[in-house]
């Protein structure tokens, strides 16, 4: 699209549009800017219909939301179910084209969950975040501690970092979509890298394309822009990568690209 000197304010007013936030006067100014540019009301209206696409899809994985107590226990003691990909991939493609087009906005600082299994360390200001059970995304921030089955995605082209109860530390840009997981994050697109030498415990990067785990390892996970294909790289260790049932030994230096498993569902 073909923005002009005048659609960067417009723009960076679209998402508070969408998100019923936006004041009366700039609403007014909104709307005489997309009734004269063509590339703006054409974001504007792709967004609405991807911001749609992305409800229904939580919507339909949604469980009643436990008291705050539950909660609480669970993500300190145990795990939910998770659901297919199939379930959630038209939901993560959508937001993707979402990306570069949204403003930041202030950060929401609201108290940590107890027992959350990872907290971002870097680039926090570039992501939004849908907590469990949420229909509405908040915007996050450098040291905001995300629950299990959050799912975040990245706004700019500034890389986030987090890190997890565990000791894994995992860097993914801002193409990407991922799940939170007490002991493993869920990949749905985008580029990720791996560092598990100080995790205590054992950690699985899970995505369509397979699941990939190696105690001391790092590695990353790179996909093209369809999402047709996956490339793991092996920078230290090695790294087991379960695909279609069977586990390949991957060393340093080595790399493997995958097609994507359409029958791959992402285990208990």
């Known amino acids: ?50 911001a749609d696409a992305l409800r229904e899809g939580l919507v339909a994985v949604a469980t009643p939301e436990p008291p705050v107590e539950a909660i609480r226990s669970r993500l300190a003691q145990t795990r939910r179910p998770r659901v297919a990909w199939n379930v959630w991939l038209p939901a993560a493609a959508a937001v993707l084209l979402v990306i570069g087009l949204l403003a930041s906005r202030p950060a929401l600082r609201g108290s940590p969950v107890e027992a959350a299994p990872a907290v971002v360390t870097s680039g926090g200001d570039a992501i939004h975040v849908f907590a469990p059970n949420a229909t509405v995304a908040y915007p996050g921030h450098t040291g905001v501690a995300l629950e299990e089955e959050s799912v975040a995605w990245g706004l700019s082209g500034e890389k986030i970092e987090m890190e997890f109860a565990v000791g894994a530390r995992v860097e993914f840009s801002d193409e990407a979509v991922v799940r939170i997981g007490h002991d493993e994050i869920d990949l749905y697109k985008g580029d990720l890298k791996a560092d598990l030498t100080d995790a205590r415990e054992p950690f699985t990067i899970s995505t369509p394309w397979g699941r990939f ?48 498993d359409p029958e791959r569902t992402v285990a208990s």
């Open 1 to 50: 699209m073909a923005y002009n000197n005048n659609c960067e304010h417009p723009r960076r007013l679209i998402h508070l549009a969408l998100d019923g936030e936006l004041p009366e006067e700039d609403a007014r100014l909104l709307e005489q800017h997309l009734q004269e540019c063509v590339p703006c009301r054409r974001e504007y209206e792709e967004l609405g219909r991807l």
């Open 213 to 260: 785990s190696g105690a001391g390892s790092v590695f990353s996970v790179r996909t093209n822009v369809n999402g047709a294909l996956a490339r793991v790289a092996v920078i230290e260790g090695n790294v087991t990568v379960d695909w279609q049932g069977r586990d390949q030994i991957l060393s340093r230096g080595e790399t493997m690209v995958l097609e994507p």
